[in-house]
Nanobody, 124 residues
Framework: QVQLIESGGGLVQAGGSLNLSCAAS????????MGWFRQVPGKEREFLAA????????HYADSVKGRFTISRDEAKTMLYLLMNSLKPEDTAVYYC?????????????????WGQGTQVTVSS
């Protein structure tokens, strides 16, 4: 089993930054690709960023490319999402996820474990 706990969400003004964290515990963290997704009520969960098990490969959605950066710290079994230049449309619940393969993926269906989510609200 893998447990994921997100933190770092909150209220920020447009143009500001937030750094989300995801603490992973359970099975060996470094084997798993990890990803960040977000969801607003009434919409499907949206892919944001993914990182391979080794950390050597990353993928980003076009909507966040150049603004968001995904990273992982193996020693601390942590996953991060640095979000810059935030916009009101970035308001959502943000989730981290883990899949039982090392290769990064962009579809939520390919992830096996999910955190409980953290709310990010960007005011205009």
């Amino acid at each position: 089993q893998v447990q994921l706990i997100e933190s770092g969400g909150g209220l920020v003004q447009a143009g500001g930054s937030l750094n989300l964290s995801c603490a992973a515990s359970g099975r060996i963290f470094s084997y798993y690709a990890m990803g960040w997704f977000r969801q607003v009520p009434g919409k499907e969960r949206e892919f944001l960023a993914a990182i391979s098990g080794s950390g050597a490969s990353t993928h980003y959605a076009d909507s966040v490319k150049g603004r968001f950066t995904i990273s992982r710290d193996e020693a601390k079994t942590m996953l991060y999402l640095l979000m810059n230049s935030l916009k009101p449309e970035d308001t959502a619940v943000y989730y981290c996820a883990a899949r039982l393969l090392a290769r990064a993926a962009t579809s939520s269906a390919e992830y096996n474990y999910w955190g409980q989510g953290t709310q990010v609200t960007v005011s205009s």
